[in-house]
């Protein structure tokens, strides 16, 4: 039994590596690599998988894992901001939908009861699907993703008051308001047990179980408070999936979330795959060859159908047009808990097989748009709202909810690590008025600075969930300054795949680590052995009474020259930092207008200054404002800052008189 069951996953493995990567090269998300793969291996397929039970239940461990790193994402305070979207959006969606559903299975001759069955089908969507993509897209905290996650949660409650009432229709049942009263009384049990461990019990015995030290010893209490909470749910008559989200909820109260997440991520990513699998294997390829017409007018039958009433229900809970269109693009599939739904209807005679295979049909199908259909999201919503429609339509009846600090910050510093370069780096941005988050590791450091108000992120930063969380795709700059030489490459090649245009600033100890970190993609390298030796020059000249404007002159032009030759002999950027590199005695700066400076009031025409000082003015900061290229008729004013491009040297004498002093 044991080797049969490693032989279907390494056939199931290597089968998938080939067929992601034939999607890739086509540019068909790995999502339908892994359907296709569940097709081609499973019973309906080439019948190459012979412990299909097996594979599904390494499935609902995928589940039970993107659940709870969705979870970790969230906070009790993230859910109680989303409970209006969740409960009205939800029972919008799932009423409506119910109702829809439940017509038109009617009108093609469905008896009530088997209609209303099938109005329960399909108002559930997948949960699996939308948020393993939402995450890869980092959008789960955004304004559609808290919407699209609301309702989710309502669909994953409401599909347990869903199996009890199946007996009922199926005329079977009885006592099914006792069983419900019952439902909701453990319901409210498992909450209050939540937001009481998520308060005081689990931050608690992490911070303990932390100071240990051993990362073997930290995932142990991870995996033992998921399991322990999603058994607690599945013993009361929820789902383990909601179980695993609400473990995920009260691990996301203590400051190891982070480090957490990126603990979980590996699990996650390979089980995830095995779900989407068993989700292929499902489908029977010759029902859909010979209905391909009928599957193909029902699947778009139901996105459009699922598209227009979410969209409907984000509506009327008051969110934008163009918010409501996003959350109705990635909830227009059938999701997986309809299977379960399925499965059990068909032993209660409330569907036949064959309407039992076209639904499966039409479930797969809609899953393996999904991906495509979130990938246009975007673009399909930027063209509905160049329609026609009411202002207050367009804007969303409620205001939008309160955004986190981290979530907030666009076009950021992110400084990663918090020793004593990072502490001044902070305090330089804060001065300067650039808007930053921190990362730092150590939980302490990031407790006492979360308490100064500091936007801080606990985690490891060579993992995308943490750069994620600290929000690289909207970035402008990200600084390196720990001192781990492994971990630095870690996070530059994190970052750089990421955000490919990204500019990353890396503090490294020693000159011969620049090579590895220029290949990998940092933009600037700092060695401090090297700018060891420019402090002690500088103290050195300054002892012999050399001017200050010629100490920074010959600085300016020392590191231009030996950065130049430090970057010759590691790796060629196309960097703007790097082309000034490769244009001799050559440098971009920013200098400061000082109000005492001779130069207030004069134009730049009037200075001549490339032919003053062979410098040329690329753009001004005025106000916070940027004016690039500027006219002869602009004019020097206190406090501005001028963008220049020349020669170290000349840059420096152009300070100087910017300063005052000449």
Request: glycine fraction near 10%.
């Amino acid at each position: 039994m044991e080797t049969a069951f490693l032989k279907d996953i390494i056939i199931i493995s290597g089968l998938a590596l080939g067929v992601v990567f034939v999607c890739h090269r086509l540019a068909i998300p790995e999502i339908v690599g892994f359907l296709l793969t569940g097709i081609l291996a499973g019973p309906h397929g080439f019948g190459l998988v012979s412990q299909v039970s097996d594979v599904d239940s390494l499935a609902e461990i995928g589940v039970v894992c993107l659940l709870f790193t969705i979870g970790l994402e969230f906070s009790l305070k993230s859910l109680l901001r989303i409970k209006f979207i969740s409960l009205v959006g939800g029972s919008l969606q799932v009423g409506f939908t119910v109702a829809i559903g439940c017509a038109l299975a009617s009108t093609l001759g469905m008896p009530l009861n088997k209609a209303l069955f099938f109005g329960f089908l399909i108002s559930l969507s997948s949960t699996a699907i939308v948020l393993k993509i939402m995450q890869e897209r980092a959008e789960v905290e955004s304004p559609h993703g808290r919407f699209v996650v609301g309702i989710l949660l309502f669909q994953d409650v409401v599909v347990v008051p869903m199996m009890l009432i199946r007996p009922l229709l199926a005329g079977q049942g009885g006592g099914v308001i006792a069983a419900l009263t019952w439902l909701v009384l453990k319901g409210v049990i498992v909450f209050v047990v939540v937001i009481l461990a998520a308060r005081w019990v689990v931050p608690m015995a992490l911070h303990r179980v932390a100071a240990i030290g051993g990362r073997e010893v930290f995932v142990l209490g991870i995996v033992f408070v998921v399991l322990s909470v999603a058994f607690l749910t599945a013993a009361v008559g929820l789902s383990l999936a909601l179980g695993a989200f609400l473990a995920g909820l009260i691990v996301s109260e203590s400051e190891y979330s982070h480090r957490v997440l990126g603990n979980v991520l590996p699990f996650r990513d390979l089980f995830t795959s095995f779900f989407f699998v068993s989700v292929g294997m499902l489908l029977d390829v010759r029902f859909v060859l010979d209905n391909s017409l009928v599957l193909a007018l029902a699947t778009l039958a139901a996105l459009f159908i699922k598209f227009m009433i979410a969209g409907s229900s984000g509506l009327l809970v008051g969110l934008p047009f163009r918010t409501s269109v996003l959350g109705a693009l990635a909830l227009s599939q059938i999701g997986e808990f309809s299977f379960v739904l399925a499965k059990s209807g068909l032993g209660l005679e409330l569907i036949d097989l064959n309407i039992y295979q076209l639904f499966l049909g039409i479930s797969v199908l809609t899953m393996g748009l999904t991906p495509l259909l979130i990938g246009a999201s975007d673009r399909l919503a930027d063209m509905t709202v160049r329609l026609r429609m009411p202002e207050k339509l367009r804007s969303g009846l409620r205001p939008s909810a309160e955004e986190t600090p981290v979530s907030m910050l666009q076009d950021h510093l992110i400084i990663v690590g918090f020793g004593l370069t990072g502490q001044n780096l902070a305090r330089a941005a804060t001065l300067a008025s650039i808007p930053h988050a921190i990362i730092e590791l150590n939980s302490k450091t990031v407790r006492r600075e979360r308490a100064k108000g500091k936007t801080i992120v606990n985690g490891d930063a060579a993992h995308d969930a943490v750069l994620e969380h600290a929000g690289i795709r909207r970035c402008r700059v990200l600084v390196i300054v720990i001192s781990d030489p492994g971990a630095t490459r870690r996070v530059i090649d994190a970052a750089r795949r990421l955000k490919p245009g990204l500019h990353i600033v890396a503090r490294t100890r020693f000159v011969s680590e620049m090579g590895p970190l220029y290949e990998l993609g940092a933009d600037e390298v700092i060695p401090e052995e090297y700018e060891a030796s420019v402090e002690v020059l500088t103290r050195v000249l300054t002892k012999y009474m050399v001017p200050r404007s010629d100490i920074e002159g010959f600085v300016a032009q020392f590191r231009a020259e030996h950065y130049r030759m430090l970057r010759a002999l590691t790796f060629e950027s196309q960097s703007m930092g790097d082309l000034m590199v490769e244009i001799p005695s050559m440098e971009i700066a920013s200098l400061k207008v000082n109000p005492g400076s001779s130069l207030i009031g004069k134009s730049l025409a009037e200075q001549n200054l490339r032919k003053r000082h062979g410098v040329t003015v690329l753009a001004f900061k005025r106000d916070s404002q940027y004016r690039a290229n500027p006219s002869g008729e602009e004019r020097f004013q206190p406090n501005d800052v001028i963008i220049v491009l020349g020669n170290p040297e000349q840059i420096a004498k152009l300070g100087g008189r910017l300063q005052g002093e000449g």
